[in-house]
């Protein structure tokens, strides 16, 4: 009788982790389902899905914990994130209908699902309690071995069927039919002289200006520097170091340098001619 009390019995600790972590889950549900940017309500979503790992991990289901954070976390939501940025969803493509009918479609299927998963939860009896010591009897990995390839396999397929299409929606809605021809590199290269832009590569950054970092223009012969050697993006920042005039200082005095050192080289000689001659 005090097994069974202690298995329905809840500590004060359990209960707090409960109250904040769901509260925490619940706000996160509700910002995936509500927030306009795609990219913000895949954050959330990832947030709830940590929260459920604690769980997991709160309540003895240590593989279930990892795979929710290694697997779904890590890898699906990422895999959420790339589709986002590949599609180019933003907050005007959200609020416009490519598909009409769908938003009553989708509360239809929403109302659905909620009226089967309360019928379930009202159906369901729990008279007795085994706890996660029993069900982890023969190891928590064993043991969701044999619920999911036992009980419910046919719900185990249907969700790998399910992101197997998501998938393969995601590739559908990235691929953009080409409507004309490829151009050839002959072509491309006969439209880059017809237009005049700059045919030959880029130069690197730094070049002449006595540093070789990318915020840091390359100065021409001339002592100028060059805006084609910067990136566009540190251009549109205002992240480009100016060194120029310092660039040029150092030249000068590199130069001023080489042409002293030149002149007694070139003066060396004669004056030692000069000094044969005198001591003949």
């Known amino acids: 009788m005090t097994a069974q009390l202690a298995a329905y019995s809840t500590s004060t600790g359990e209960a707090v982790q409960f109250w904040v972590l769901g509260t925490v889950a619940v706000i996160g549900a509700l910002c995936t389902v509500f927030m306009k940017k795609a990219v913000h309500s895949a954050l959330c979503l990832a947030g709830t899905m ?48 490519t598909i009409r009918g ?10 659905g699902f909620g009226t089967l998963l309360i019928a379930g939860i009202g159906n369901a009896s729990l008279r007795e309690f085994s706890g996660i010591g029993q069900a982890n009897a023969g190891g928590n990995v064993e043991g969701i071995a044999a619920l999911i390839f036992t009980k419910y396999v046919f719900a185990f397929e249907i969700t790998g069927a399910l992101l197997i299409t998501a998938a393969v929606g995601a590739m559908v809605l990235t691929h953009r039919e080409r409507t004309e021809r490829a151009k050839t590199q002959r072509e491309l290269a ?3 002289v017809r237009e005049g832009t700059y045919l030959p590569p880029l ?45 040029l200082n150092d030249l000068r005095a590199l130069e001023q340098r080489a042409e002293e050192r030149l002149e007694r080289k070139g003066i060396a000689p004669a004056t030692f001619k000069r000094s044969e001659e005198a001591s003949k």
């Open 102 to 111: 769908q938003r009553w479609l989708a509360l239809l299927c929403g109302l």
């Open 50 to 97: 940590i929260v459920l790992a604690v769980f997991y991990l709160a309540n003895g289901a240590y593989f279930l914990g990892v795979v929710q954070i290694v697997v779904y976390t890590g890898a699906i939501m990422m895999l959420f994130l790339f589709v986002v940025m590949l599609v180019g969803v933003t907050a005007a493509d959200s609020l416009k209908e």
């Open 190 to 192: 006969e439209q880059r």
């Open 203 to 247: 130069p690197a950054p730094g070049v002449y200006a006595r540093h070789n970092a990318v915020d840091i223009a390359g100065l021409l012969p001339d002592g100028t520097p060059s805006e084609l050697t910067v990136s566009k993006t540190l251009r549109e920042r205002g992240q480009i170091r100016d060194v120029s005039k310092e660039a």
